[in-house]
C-alpha cells in the first residue's frame, strides 16, 4: 500500500523527522517499509512565461521560464501541451532523473545553436504516473521556485500484515505513528460517531437475504454535478498512484485511502427498484467497472436491484450502474461484510481491487455510518446536490472487542523491564486502549486483540524492544510433558529419515473430497471438523488425519518424475466428538510406493514395495519392542489388506493406527500406478506403549542349536496366527523363531493353488549348558505335534 508523507502529515506533524526516522518508526511498529519514493532534488515549480518556436526545428520551441529566482530561465522543449501561464516541474542544473541506480544528470547544454538551461519535465520523468502525453501540468496556486519534494512529498511502499487491517488507511498509519513519536493525532483517532439520524431499511429500499453481510447502508443524494475533481484531491490521489476519475468517484477513493472502509457509488437512475445483498445464483453473468464479464457462483455474494446484480459485494462495483458525467442522483454504499466471503470470490473470479483487499481482511464495521458521513459531506462540497436527512441501514453492526483484563505486572514480567503502571497506561492510552473497571476497553479497529498477550505486545512495541535490558542469567527447567514429547518425535523423525524416509509438512486444512483419503483413522463416532468460514472450497476442513496430505505430496512428487517414495509425517490431527467437543491428536502417517530399490543393470526391473516394506519402518520406530509388533488383518474396507498395527497380543494388545494399501481407483487420482501402503499411529497410545524401562539381556554363553520347519497351509492363513503361537509357545528351550520363505503356485502344478508353503527355522538354547542333540530333536518334535494341533497346517 502507498502512503503519502503530506497525507500523514494532515494528521501528524512530521516537520522535526527526517525520512530514515519515519522508515526506522514504521519498521518497529511492525510495518515493513518495501520502498520509499521521493521526487529528486532541483526540481522545482516553473511557470511558462513566453514561448516561440526555434529558429531551426520545427518540432521544438524556445521558453521563457520563471524558476522563483526573479530571472528568467531559458528551457528548449519539444512538449506541445503546454500554454503560456502553465506551471510544470523545471529540472534545474544538477538534477538527477531516472532510474536511481543509474541516473542521468541534467546540464546546461545547447540545441540547434540555442542554450538551454535545464528541463522542463513530464510526470513519468520525475517518477510519477503520466497522464497526458507531455508536460506535466501542476496546480495554478503553486508558487514558481517551490521544490517539488514539498508539493508531492514521500511516498512510503508499506507492506501490512494481514492481522492489522486498520494500517490500511492513511488514519490508521498515522495513529501508529503517532503514539510512537508521543505526538496528539490533529484530528479524530476514529470516524465511528456519526451526527446522521438513522432509520431501518423498509422492504423496497434495502434488504439483505445472505449472512455474509451482517451490515448495509445506503444514503441518497440528489442533484449533484458530476465534475473535475479539484485540485487537492486530484494531488492526493496521484500522490499514492491512483488516476483520478470524477469529483464522485475520487471522493469514494479518497475516504477509502483515508479511513480503510471501502464505499460505492451508484447512478441512482440505472437502478431497478430498492437494494437486495443476496448470493449469486449459479452461472448468473456480471460485468464489472473493468469490463470484464464474469460468470459467478453460489458462493458469491452480490449486491441487486429487482433484476439484475449491480455490484459483487465488496469486490467491484458493475459496469452499467457507475457513476458517469451523466449522473444526477446517486445512492452512497456503505457496508460491513464477512472477510472469508470477499477473500473468495476475489480469487475465484481473479478481481483484486482496493476495496476487496480491505473487506477480506476485516475493516473496522463501526466506521461504516462514520465513513459514509465524511463520503457525504465531501460530495455536498464538492458536487452540490441535496442528501437525505436519514441513513438508511439493514442488518446490525457486529459486537465490538471484549475487554481484556491485565495487570502491569503481568506486563513487566513478560517484557522483562522495569516498565511502570502509569507509563503502561500511557502507551496503551496513546494507541486508543483505555481502562475502565470492566479492563482494557478495545477499539472496534483493533479486533487482532484477544488476550492480554496481545496487550504486552503493543506496550513492548511501543517502549521500544531496544530499551528492554538483556539477561544474561539463566534458570534450570524441569523437564516437562511438551519437553517430552517433542524429544519423543524427534527421536522418530532421527529413526525414520536415517532408513530413508522423507518427512513432509503439510497444512492442518484439507478439502472435504479429502475426507475420503483419511482411510488410516477410525473416528470412532467422532465426525471430521469444518471451518465456519473456510478461505475457499479446498480448505474448508481441519484434517482428522495425515494420509490425504502424504497422498497430495506423493502425487506431486510422481507428477515431477520421483516414482519411488518413503514419506512420513508427524502432525496434529484434529476431530468433533457428538457433544460439539474438539479433540486434538498427534499422529505419525507413513507412505512408502514405487520400487524396492533403484533400477539398475544388475537387477533388470526391481519389484515393488508391499506392506512388509512397510512393516521395517514401524519396526525401526519400536526399537526393542519389535517382537510384540503385531500387524493383525481385520476386515475393514478402507484400506485393502487392512491391518490393525498393535503392541503386544491377545487382550493386552495396545491397537495404535492402521496400516493396508490405497484402492487402486483411488492412488490412480494421484497419478500413481504403482501400489501405495499407508498406515497412521496415534502417538500418545505409541508411546505409553513404549514407555516401559529398556531392558537388556545377557549374551549367550552357550551355543544353540538351529531346526527348519516347512509346513503347508491354507492360503488364507493369516501370518500374525502363526507367529502368535510361536510368541505363546512355553518351551524353555526355544529362544527365537523367524520366517524365511513364503511360497506360492498359482498354476497349481507345484503346489494346490489354494495352498501356500511357510518356512520357519527354530533356535534352541540352555542357558546354561550346551544342549544335546536328543534334547534338541525331543522339544523340537513335541513343538511340530502343538503346532498341527493348533493350526491347520502339514508338515513336508
Known amino acids: 500500500m502507498n502512503v503519502s508523507l503530506q497525507w500523514l502529515s494532515d494528521h501528524v506533524d512530521f516537520s522535526d523527522y527526517t525520512m530514515e526516522q519515519l522508515d526506522e518508526l514504521l519498521t518497529f511498529a511492525g510495518i515493513e517499509v518495501e520502498g520509499i519514493t521521493n521526487l529528486p532534488d532541483k526540481v522545482v515549480v516553473g511557470q511558462i512565461l513566453e514561448s516561440e518556436k526555434h ?18 530561465r531559458q528551457i528548449v522543449c519539444g512538449a506541445k501541451n503546454f500554454k503560456i501561464g ?69 511516498i512510503f511502499e508499506l507492506e501490512i500484515t494481514p492481522n492489522r487491517p486498520d494500517c490500511l488507511s492513511h488514519l490508521g498509519v498515522a495513529r501508529e505513528l503517532a503514539a510512537l513519536v508521543g505526538k496528539d493525532l490533529t484530528g479524530p483517532s476514529d470516524r465511528t460517531a456519526s451526527d446522521t439520524k438513522l432509520r431501518q431499511a423498509k422492504a423496497d429500499e434495502i434488504t439483505i437475504e445472505t449472512d455474509n453481510c451482517p451490515y448495509y447502508t445506503g444514503r441518497w443524494i440528489r442533484g449533484v454535478k458530476v465534475a473535475e475533481s479539484p485540485a487537492w484531491l486530484k494531488d492526493k490521489l496521484k500522490s499514492i498512484g491512483l488516476r483520478p476519475i470524477n469529483n464522485i468517484v475520487d471522493i469514494t477513493n479518497y475516504v477509502l485511502f483515508e479511513m480503510g472502509q471501502p464505499l460505492h457509488a451508484f447512478d441512482l437512475a440505472k437502478l431497478d427498484g430498492g437494494i437486495c445483498v443476496r448470493q449469486a445464483t449459479e452461472g448468473e453473468n456480471f460485468t464489472a467497472l473493468d469490463g470484464e464479464t464474469h460468470e459467478l457462483s453460489e458462493h458469491d455474494m452480490v449486491i441487486a436491484d429487482s433484476k439484475k446484480p449491480v455490484a459483487i459485494g465488496g469486490v467491484m462495483g458493475g459496469e452499467d450502474s457507475g457513476v458517469t458525467e451523466t449522473t444526477t442522483d446517486v445512492l452512497l454504499e456503505s457496508a ?41 459531506k465531501l460530495i455536498l462540497e464538492l458536487a452540490g446536490g441535496t442528501a437525505d436527512d436519514e441513513l438508511i441501514e439493514c442488518g446490525a453492526i457486529p459486537a465490538p472487542p471484549k475487554p481484556i483484563k491485565m495487570a502491569g505486572s503481568f506486563c513487566r514480567k513478560i517484557i522483562g523491564a522495569k516498565i511502570d503502571d502509569e507509563e503502561i497506561e500511557r502507551i496503551l492510552t496513546s494507541l486508543g486502549i483505555a481502562k475502565d473497571s470492566k479492563g482494557w476497553q478495545i477499539p472496534s479497529y483493533r479486533g487482532d486483540l484477544e488476550r492480554p498477550i496481545d496487550l504486552v505486545e503493543e506496550v513492548a512495541r511501543v517502549y521500544g524492544l531496544d530499551n528492554v535490558p538483556s539477561q544474561t542469567v539463566a534458570r534450570f527447567v524441569e523437564s516437562s510433558k ?3 514429547t517433542y524429544d519423543f518425535q524427534r527421536e522418530l523423525q532421527l529413526r525414520l529419515s536415517s532408513i530413508g524416509y522423507y518427512e513432509t509438512r503439510n497444512l492442518k486444512l484439507i478439502s472435504g473430497e479429502q475426507l475420503s483419503d483419511n482411510r488410516a483413522v477410525n473416528l470412532r463416532g467422532m465426525e471430521p471438523i469444518r471451518l465456519k468460514h473456510p478461505l475457499n472450497d479446498e480448505q474448508d476442513y481441519l484434517r482428522p488425519g495425515l494420509i490425504p496430505g502424504l497422498l497430495a505430496s506423493a502425487g506431486r512428487n510422481i507428477r515431477f518424475g520421483n516414482p519411488n517414495l518413503r514419506l512420513f509425517e508427524i502432525g496434529k490431527t484434529y476431530v468433533e ?6 479433540v486434538e491428536n498427534d499422529h505419525l502417517a507413513l507412505l512408502i510406493t514405487g520400487a524396492r530399490e533403484p533400477r539398475s543393470w544388475t537387477n533388470g526391473k526391481p ?103 516347512s509346513m503347508i497351509a491354507p ?26 520363505d513364503i511360497f506360492r503356485d498359482e498354476s497349481g502344478e507345484k503346489l494346490p493353488s489354494d495352498k501356500k508353503s511357510i518356512a520357519w527355522t527354530l533356535m534352541y538354547r540352555c542357558p546354561t549348558r550346551t544342549l544335546e542333540t536328543a534334547e534338541v530333536e525331543q522339544a523340537h518334535e513335541k513343538l511340530q505335534k502343538a503346532l498341527q494341533k493348533d493350526l491347520p497346517v502339514e508338515f513336508r
Not at 529558429?55 to 528568467?72: E, N, R
Open 336 to 376: 460491513y461484510f464477512i472477510p472469508s466471503a470477499v477473500r473468495r470470490t476475489s480469487r475465484t473470479t481473479s478481481i483484486r481491487s482496493d476495496s476487496s483487499y480491505r473487506f477480506e481482511r476485516g475493516c473496522d464495521p463501526h466506521q461504516v455510518r462514520g465513513a459514509s458521513d465524511l463520503a457525504v
Open 577 to 582: 466428538t457428538k457433544k460439539g467437543d474438539a
Open 55 to 72: 529558429p531551426d526545428a520545427d518540432k521544438l520551441s524556445i521558453c521563457q521560464v520563471d524558476d522563483g529566482s526573479g530571472t528568467k
Open 715 to 740: 492360503i488364507d492363513l493369516p501370518h500374525e496366527k502363526v507367529a502368535t503361537f510361536f510368541a505363546n509357545y512355553t518351551e524353555p528351550l526355544l529362544v527365537d523363531a523367524q520366517l524365511f
Open 607 to 709: 519389484e515393488n514395495v508391499d506392506i512388509h516394506d512397510l512393516r521395517l519402518a514401524l519396526e525401526s520406530i519400536v526399537g526393542d519392542k519389535v517382537d510384540h509388533l503385531v500387524l493383525q488383518p481385520i476386515d475393514d474396507d478402507r484400506l485393502l489388506g487392512a491391518c490393525s498395527i498393535e503392541i503386544g497380543r491377545g487382550k493386552k494388545a495396545a491397537k495404535l493406527g492402521l496400516a493396508g494399501y490405497l484402492p487402486p481407483a483411488r492412488a490412480r487420482d494421484f497419478d500413481i500406478e504403482t501400489p501405495i501402503a499407508v498406515a497412521e499411529i496415534n502417538l500418545k497410545k505409541l508411546a505409553n506403549a513404549l514407555k516401559d524401562d529398556t531392558t537388556f539381556t545377557e549374551l549367550p554363553k552357550f551355543p544353540g542349536s538351529s531346526r527348519d520347519i
Open 86 to 154: 502553465d506551471k510544470v516541474p523545471l529540472a534545474l542544473p544538477g538534477a538527477e532523473l531516472g532510474d536511481p541506480e543509474k541516473p542521468f544528470s541534467i546540464k546546461e547544454g545547447n540545441l540547434r545553436g540555442v542554450d538551454s538551461l535545464g528541463m522542463m519535465c513530464g510526470a513519468s520523468e520525475i517518477g510519477m504516473e503520466d497522464e497526458v502525453d507531455g508536460l506535466m501540468i501542476l496546480a495554478e496556486d503553486l508558487e514558481p521556485g517551490t521544490p517539488l519534494t514539498e508539493v508531492y512529498p514521500a
Open 482 to 484: 511438551a519437553d517430552e
